[in-house]
């Protein structure tokens, strides 16, 4: 049976700038990361002046001892530091994106946002990237994992969003004394 023109059942190709394209968003990323590092320097100068210009550099005797300049110094230096990062984020759900540009080549651009505010708390699911047009299903939909270069921003705005950072004169200490 013959599908008609304008069916839902038909896949769209005829997409323009400001069309909307659902994202089914199932992305998973982990990372971690160790570092130590040691590092220990030594030095010493010693050095003394005996003449300058060809003039001797002798300046008297003080206890049966010449007064000349002279210059000595030593340094001993040692820094130990270890680090470590783990992070794990897990994002799934929906965002409405809008159809920014077409390229010449049929490709996509997407963009969309989503916001939640619960209490004062906002948060903003921001997703971009470029879609093929035959990946997109009839309904509109496409999976998270077809959208190339896809930039994902999880951003909380407000008073728990607040509590991850530190106060702005703990801030202002790490500054002016980082050690």
């Known amino acids: 049976m013959p599908v008609a023109a304008g069916s839902i059942y038909e896949p769209r190709h005829d997409w323009r700038v400001g069309d909307l394209v659902t994202i089914n968003i199932v992305t998973t990323s982990a990372a971690n990361n160790t ?8 030095g010493k100068i010693s050095d003394s002046m005996t003449n300058f210009m060809g003039i001797p550099m002798n300046f008297g005797q003080v206890n049966g001892g010449s007064i000349s300049p002279s210059i000595g110094a ?15 984020n897990n994002i799934s759900g929906q965002v ?3 159809i920014t ?10 963009a969309g946002r989503t916001n939640v505010n619960i209490n004062g708390n906002v948060v903003s699911l921001v997703v971009t990237g470029y879609a093929s047009p035959d990946d997109i299903a009839s309904n509109t939909t496409i999976s998270s994992n077809q959208v190339a270069d896809m930039n994902v921003q999880y951003v909380g705005n407000g008073p728990t969003a607040g509590a991850h950072q530190l106060p702005w ?6 500054v002016i004394a980082p050690f």
């Open 35 to 42: 570092d130590a590092t040691d590092l220990t320097r030594k």
């Open 74 to 88: 030593t340094s001993d230096q040692e820094f130990s530091g270890a680090g470590s990062a783990v992070a794990a």
């Open 96 to 98: 409405e994106a809008v």
């Open 101 to 110: 540009n077409v390229d010449a080549n049929g490709t996509l651009a997407l």
């Open 169 to 174: 004169l703990q801030r202002l200490l790490n």
